[in-house]
């Protein structure tokens, strides 16, 4: 991935490897060589090469050849790039859509290098602050023996003022293929420091590319679109939820039939108060059997059109 050390990876590297027989970098060698190379064990050909679309995936073998990949937050990769161009926030070369390409073509190029059988992948924010690990990590990968002493040694050569030095040589005389230093190399690696380089479209747009990825890879999303694209990978719960029906109101029938019940209740205490009052007051006696008579016939209506049964079932 552009702009995740992969120099600095290269140049721990070159030197590990300083002095092996059959090295050699592919200065005006084509990567359609790269399988030969691979196939010829005398043959150690070095090459640092970044990902891009043309590149054809048959130049690039799995046996024989070994490979290190070196990644890092793509929105870091492309304000990185920015800075290094220094592009600045109304430059044609930047905006929305440059930076989602960019995005997607680094992308990419993750899926291709970490596909192989035979590779070292490195996260930049791990190996950043802790060079003397990487020294250690790349010599126990490449299977080359190394000491405090040539571990200190190589630290002091790929240090940041070392890389300030060479900056300024391949200014005045060009780049040197063994260190891979160009004049505009060094910018600002710190860790989010995309936060004071990218736009808010640009980053929307990186996001809405990237946001899968960054989670998956430990990094945390800043935007609503990366937020609503790993909702499910951060354990929130992503189903839309069933949409709440409104309120019925209810129907003028269903109204009058709930009525049934209260008014068979109303007229089993009139029959009640009539077979009281019978004995009491004969002639008062009359009207509360009237309006019970009156209640059960109108509540059994009311019951029996509100589906309801007055008699239990028989099971079948």
């Known amino acids: ?8 990876v290269w140049q721990i590297a070159r030197q590990l490897l300083d002095g092996a027989p059959g090295l050699r970098n592919p200065r005006g060698v084509s990567t359609e060589e790269y399988p030969a190379a ?3 064990a005398e043959d150690l050909l070095m090459a640092k090469v970044h990902f891009r679309p043309a590149l054809n995936r048959d130049d690039f073998p799995d046996v024989g050849a070994r490979y290190l990949y070196t990644y890092r937050d793509p929105r870091d990769v492309v ?14 070369e930047r905006g929305a859509r440059p930076s989602r390409l960019t995005v997607r073509r680094e992308l990419r190029g993750d899926e291709f290098w970490t596909s192989k059988s035979d590779v070292w992948i490195g996260r930049y924010e791990d190996f950043r602050d802790d060079v003397p690990g990487l020294v250690r990590t790349l010599a126990g990968y490449l299977d080359v023996p190394v000491d405090d002493a040539r571990v200190h040694q190589i630290v002091r050569d790929v240090d940041l003022a070392a890389q300030e030095e060479r900056a300024k040589a391949a200014r005045e005389h060009g780049v040197d293929d063994d260190l891979r230093v160009t004049s505009n190399h060094i910018t600002d690696g710190r860790e989010g420091a995309w936060r004071d380089t990218l736009t808010s479209d640009e980053l929307v747009a990186i996001e809405a590319e990237s946001a899968r990825w960054l989670v998956e890879h430990g990094y945390q999303v800043e935007t609503e679109v990366g ?3 790993t909702a499910d990978l951060r354990g929130e719960d992503v189903a839309p939820r069933a949409a709440t029906p409104p309120a019925r109101k209810p129907s003028r029938s269903s109204r009058r039939e709930r009525w049934g019940g209260p008014l068979l209740l109303l007229a089993a205490i009139l029959a009640v108060l009539g077979l009281v009052t019978a004995f009491a007051a004969p002639a008062l006696s009359v009207l509360p059997w009237v309006i019970a008579v009156a209640a059960a016939a109108v509540g059994g209506y009311l019951w029996g059109r509100d589906g309801r049964s007055l008699l239990p079932r028989r099971r079948t």
């Not at 991935?1 to 600095?8: A, E, N, P």
């Not at 790039?81 to 044609?92: I, V």
């Open 227 to 229: 937020r609503r694209k």
């Open 38 to 40: 691979a196939a010829n």
């Open 1 to 8: 991935m552009h702009r995740s050390g992969s120099t600095l």
């Open 79 to 92: 304000a990185s790039l920015y800075r290094k161009g220094r592009f600045k926030p109304d430059d044609p």
